[in-house]
């Protein structure tokens, strides 16, 4: 009997020790994180997402981040999120396309302990973890006041939308509603999705300089891509682009390119700010109140973005002007 439990005593020592190295391994083991984004076609989200793997956390190994590409479609991030939620990753940054389908998508996550964090674009629920992104709203109505101001309160315009229920696309329209509503000698000749595709914005813009030939003075874009696309159709019609007041959202380089020479003006929206951000938030949703925030966004936006220890429910991303003054500064900004 002695030297059973003598045996007994050595095996429960060996499974304690044994324990003890097992979760000093899973302490080493570095946070996955999820993230899908509603798609990787246009080259704001490729930035994006490049930001988000630039993360320290992530040059470290402290972070695995494993990208995943909705291609533009709700059903495709709902499968993904199954996914996910299958191989058990401990946190979710989401992109998600659609708001009203990324709510119900995210809630499945939340539901089986998974901290989502959304970012850039948002989605419908109130079970979110936290939101890190810019107003979108804020931004249409800098679009549509740049446009309003530029012809002098009087003219027609055209608005290339994004996908119709994307976040970006609803709130970039209120925005943009609010500020023509303001000024009703402002007319719109046509608006129409371009699904934030530069082809498909050239592809429009064509169709619309021919129905409406010298009418559009402007063109106010909901991102760079479509406005950038709008562009390329205005020249290639032998028009003076100058002569068109256009904006768009981003801040991606060949829109800083064009603001710089004069030909339409962009809204920096950070990406590096946006991506980072969310990967602070969700580590801190993970690691608890000892995490502190590793990216730099946080100090260059100092009191404009403050950090609250990484639990706030809404992080609000300050607008950038670009034009052709501040265009070098922001190209210098978002260089790696």
Same mark, same amino acid.
């Given at each position: ?6 045996t ?9 020790l044994?324990?003890?190295a ?24 490729? #930035? ?5 793997m &630039?993360?320290?956390?992530?040059? @470290? ?7 995943? *590409?909705?291609? %533009? ?12 939620? #299958? ?7 989401? #992109?998600p396309?659609?708001? &009203? ?5 995210? /809630? $499945? ?6 901290p ?9 629920s109130?079970?979110?973890? @936290? %939101?890190i992104?810019s ?6 109505s ?7 101001d $530029? ?9 290339? /939308? ?11 329209l $209120?925005?943009?509603? $609010?500020?023509l ?6 007319k719109?000749?046509d ?5 934030? @595709?530069?082809? /498909?914005a ?15 003075q ?16 205005i ?21 800083i ?12 929206? *950070? ?8 990967? *602070?938030?969700?580590l801190?949703?993970v ?13 260059? %936006? ?7 220890d990484?639990?706030?429910?809404? %992080? ?9 003054? @501040?265009? *070098? ?8």
């Amino acid at each position: 009997m002695k030297l059973i439990k003598n045996t007994l005593a050595a095996l429960l020592a060996g499974a304690t020790l044994l324990g003890g190295a097992s979760n000093s391994m899973a302490a080493d083991k570095p946070v996955r994180i999820a993230a899908p984004v509603y798609g990787l076609r246009s080259e704001f989200m490729k #930035v994006w997402t490049d930001w988000l793997m &630039e993360h320290p956390a992530v040059k @470290s190994g402290e972070a695995k981040v494993t990208i995943f *590409d909705g291609r %533009y479609d709700p059903n495709v991030q709902n499968d993904q999120f199954d996914t996910i939620i #299958v191989q058990q990753f401990d946190a979710i940054v989401f #992109v998600p396309l659609d708001i &009203e389908a990324g709510g119900r998508t995210l /809630e $499945k996550a939340i539901a089986a302990g998974i901290p989502v964090v959304g970012a850039n674009a948002r989605a419908n629920s109130k079970m979110l973890t @936290s %939101y890190i992104g810019s107003n979108d709203d804020v931004g249409g109505s800098i679009e549509a006041q740049y446009v309003v101001d $530029k012809l002098g309160g009087k003219g027609n315009v055209v608005i290339l /939308e994004g996908p119709i229920g994307q976040s970006g696309q609803v709130e970039r329209l $209120k925005g943009i509603n $609010k500020v023509l509503e303001k000024n009703p000698e402002i007319k719109v000749l046509d608006k129409k999705t371009a699904n934030w @595709s530069r082809a /498909e914005a050239l592809a429009l813009m064509e169709n619309w300089l021919t129905a409406h030939p010298g009418k559009i003075q402007g063109v106010i874009a909901e991102n760079d891509e479509m406005a950038i696309g709008a562009i390329q159709a205005i020249k290639a019609a032998g028009l003076n682009v100058k002569d068109f007041a256009i904006v768009g959202v981003d801040g991606v380089k060949d829109a800083i390119k064009a603001a710089k020479d004069g030909e339409m003006v962009s809204i920096l929206q *950070d990406g590096k700010a946006q991506a980072q951000g969310a990967l *602070d938030i969700a580590l801190r949703a993970v690691k608890g109140e000892g995490y502190q925030p590793q990216s730099e966004i946080w100090k260059h %936006y100092g009191e404009k973005l403050p950090w609250a220890d990484g639990t706030a429910k809404n %992080y609000d991303v300050p607008w950038t002007i670009i034009d052709e003054k @501040s265009a *070098d500064d922001v190209m210098k900004m978002i260089s790696k």
